[in-house]
């Protein structure tokens, strides 16, 4: 039932920034609270990658590509998650996703475009 809308996607300098929001709906801030929530990224000619997880009580972890550049967070009380992301390089450029862990329901993404 719960579907995610992903947001905040653009075209960006290297070494810029960009923040990305992911809103939830169709479900309440009780049971968003627990989900477990990734983000992914697609590439052209690429399978889907694997970015950054938050858990429901906040922790977060992420991919050696992007450690120390991006910051996943969340926001229970506005169903949204948010990934900020600094010290952007070409080889981040893909459309971003997110999701609930153990979903097979995809949304739209947003394109992230890094180049001079």
């Known amino acids: 039932q719960v579907q995610f809308v992903e947001s905040g996607g653009g075209l960006v300098q290297p070494g810029g920034s960009l923040t990305l929001s992911c809103a939830a709906s169709?479900?309440?801030?009780?049971?968003?609270?627990?989900?477990?929530m990734d983000w992914y990224r697609q590439a052209p000619g690429k399978q889907r990658e694997w970015v950054a997880t938050?858990?429901?009580?906040?922790?977060?972890n992420y991919s050696d590509s992007v450690k120390g550049r991006f910051t996943l967070s969340r926001d229970n009380a506005k169903n949204t998650v948010y990934l900020r992301m600094n010290n952007l390089k070409p080889a981040d450029t893909a459309v971003y996703y997110c999701?609930?862990?153990?979903?097979?329901?995809w949304g739209q993404g947003t394109q992230v475009t890094v180049s001079s």
């Open positions: 999701n609930k862990q153990s979903s097979d329901y």
């Open positions: 169709g479900t309440s801030r009780i049971i968003f609270s627990i989900y477990v």
């Open positions: 938050i858990t429901n009580r906040g922790s977060t």
